[in-house]
């Protein structure tokens, strides 16, 4: 019987256990469901907080972007525009450090417009170029038709007219000739090889002011230039001396030199004018070297071609030119040289420079042409003369006689004021012959202005030259003899 | 022969006369005869002067003849020889008219007489 109490006790007891479990658990549960919540409210705010915080930063950010774009539309990408013409123009930086996601855009930018205006550039060039070709090429036919007039009619006041019509012809054709080159055309000329005298002379030619230009030509007889750099030459020439002569004062003369050097030969042009200060010059040089690619658009209105001429002609045909030093008469000093593989010979005897030309300041040797040698045999000169000595030398060497001179002593002009330089002795001649002009022994240059030719040899017997000479003679012995016969005293005719 | 130049000149021929077409002298015919009378030294003179008289150097030429010498026209010839006249550099002589042109055996008989003359 005693089991029962013992077991509603256990039971009792268990359920007192269980229940004291159970009240414990609930109490924990319900104390870990507050924390939570609070953890829960806490950490709401937290992230109200931060939302509130980010949402103002983006619109901080937004906003800095569009000023930076309203930047970069109002200043950065007009000075940008502007900078591919004008490299000076300063582009403002960015306002703030998200700026730094718009330089593609000016990079973009910047390939963008430098395109587009070489294209530009490249269109009116093109079109200047095709008009420029054409007036190029009217005015060498209206130059054909203008020498051929000038040779036709020799009536002093047509000539008069026609010299003033080729000048201004030649002016012309500078200015069409010099565009066009600058429009990235050719020369619009081939030329044979010439005297390099010739082809400065010719570029002075072109040139309203050509009469103050003193051309000194220190080079040695027949220095002459390839064919394809003759006409390049000319045209560096002559604007190389309209700067001088624009530059410098009317009753000032601008001096050429052609002077050879190590590489080949200077044309040195100096003007006693006012000078460039130095960073004009720098700049002229810089066009003037023509690394630099010639831009239309860059040269100024009235475009000022010349020295983008040179640059062009200096690039494309391997010569240099230098403006960077003053000259000692206080102007600019241009010297342009022409390298040694775009020299050549010509022969002076075959192919004398132009009359116009100065002549060269050298005697050199020059190779006498056999026909002279010859010749000499005719004037009963001794024939075998030493071939370098020139007139006086060969006619030193002959009999002395003062006797035999009626022609210079009576045929003087009356004026008197020149002095004659002392005629060289005539040899005597042979018995029975009369009194005969001979023909002055001449020095090889002159030579080669008379006798042009060692394939004359063929010629007949009787040059124009000998007839000339024989009936010269004859007519001045007979003038002579007239005189003679007059009273002292009585001028010559 | 000369080689002729082909191609048209590099010097205009104004440039020889710096532009002056008008002679100084109107005496100058195509067929007129120079005649240098100066020795081999010449002063400062222009350069188409210059070339003008070393053209006369060797004897007497017509102004056609020394134009075509040069390369030049007639006209600049004349300028070139008109001044060098009026510097006694240079004597012209006007061309014999063909009705005044001295019969042959006349200017042989003449040339016997003065070798007679002489000896």
């Given at each position: ?15 007192t256990v269980s229940a004291l479990a ?472 | ?45 222009p350069a188409a002067q210059h070339a ?68």
């Open positions: 019987m005693i089991e029962i109490p013992e077991l509603a006790f256990g039971g009792l007891a268990a359920g159970l009240g414990s658990g609930l109490w924990r549960s319900r104390r870990e469901r507050a924390r939570l919540r609070q953890e829960m409210t806490g950490l709401r705010h937290q992230a109200e907080r931060s939302a509130r915080a980010g949402a103002e930063e983006a619109e901080r950010i937004r906003q800095a972007f569009t000023a930076e774009l309203e930047h970069l539309a109002a200043r950065r990408m007009p000075a940008e525009a502007s900078r591919t013409a004008h490299p000076h123009v300063p582009v403002p930086g960015p306002v703030g450090p998200e700026g730094a996601a718009t330089e593609p855009v000016l990079e973009a930018l910047r390939t963008a417009v430098l395109q587009e205006r070489k294209r530009v550039d490249a269109a009116a060039r093109a079109g200047m170029r095709g008009t420029t070709r054409e007036i190029q090429a009217s005015l060498y036919r209206l130059q054909d038709i203008l020498h051929g007039l000038q040779q036709r009619y020799d009536e002093p006041e047509l000539a008069q007219d026609l010299y003033s019509l080729d000048h201004e012809n030649e002016q012309s054709l500078r200015r069409a000739q010099v565009a066009a080159v600058v429009c990235g055309a050719w020369v619009g000329l081939a030329r044979e090889e010439s005297h390099l005298v010739d082809a400065v002379t010719g570029g002075q030619a072109r040139l309203s002011g050509y009469r103050r230009v003193k051309l000194h030509n220190h080079l040695d007889p027949g220095t002459a230039l390839v064919s394809h750099a003759v006409e390049p030459v000319a045209i560096i020439a002559a604007e190389l001396l309209d700067n001088a002569l624009r530059h410098s004062s009317p009753d000032t003369s601008v001096v050429v030199n052609l002077e050879h050097v190590h590489n080949g030969v200077a044309v040195t042009v100096d003007d006693a004018g006012v000078g460039m200060a130095p960073d004009e010059r720098a700049a002229a040089q810089r066009v003037v070297a023509g690394t630099d690619p010639i831009m239309f658009s860059d040269l100024g209105d009235p475009p000022r071609m010349g020295l983008a001429a040179i640059g062009q002609l200096t690039r494309q045909f391997d010569l240099s030119v230098d403006l960077s030093t003053p000259s000692p008469y206080g102007g600019v000093r241009a010297v342009l040289l022409v390298d040694k593989h775009l020299l050549s010979h010509v022969d002076p005897a075959l192919r004398p420079a132009a009359a116009s030309t100065s002549p060269s300041t050298r005697t050199g040797e020059v190779p006498r042409p056999e026909p002279l040698a010859e010749h000499a045999g005719h004037t009963h000169a001794p024939a075998p003369q030493p071939v370098a000595g020139g007139s006086r030398e060969a006619d030193t060497h002959q009999p002395v006689s003062g006797t035999t001179e009626p022609v210079s002593g009576t045929t003087e002009p009356v004026s008197g004021t020149t002095e004659p330089a002392p005629g060289p002795a005539r040899p005597e001649p042979a018995a029975g012959e009369l009194p005969r002009r001979r023909r002055r022994q001449v020095s090889p240059d002159q030579a080669a202005m008379i006798r042009p030719s060692a394939a004359e040899a063929a010629a007949p017997a009787r040059s124009p030259e000998e007839t000339a000479a024989a009936l010269g003679a004859l007519q001045s012995a007979t003038a002579a003899a007239r005189d003679a016969a007059r009273p002292e005293g009585t001028p010559p005719r | 022969m000369r080689s002729h130049r082909s191609g048209r000149p590099l010097v205009p021929a104004y440039l020889s006369t710096s532009g002056v077409a008008r002679p100084s002298r109107n005496s100058l015919e195509r067929l007129s005869v120079l005649t240098s009378t100066a020795g081999p030294v010449f002063g400062d003179l003008l008289l070393q053209s006369l150097e060797g004897g007497s030429l017509t102004v056609v003849e020394a134009a075509a010498l040069l390369r030049l026209p007639v006209s600049a010839v004349r300028v070139l020889a008109a001044a060098l006249i009026d510097q006694g550099l240079v004597t012209a002589r006007p061309p014999v008219p063909p009705a005044a042109q001295p019969d042959h055996d006349l200017l042989k008989r003449v040339a016997d007489g003065l070798r007679a003359l002489k000896l």
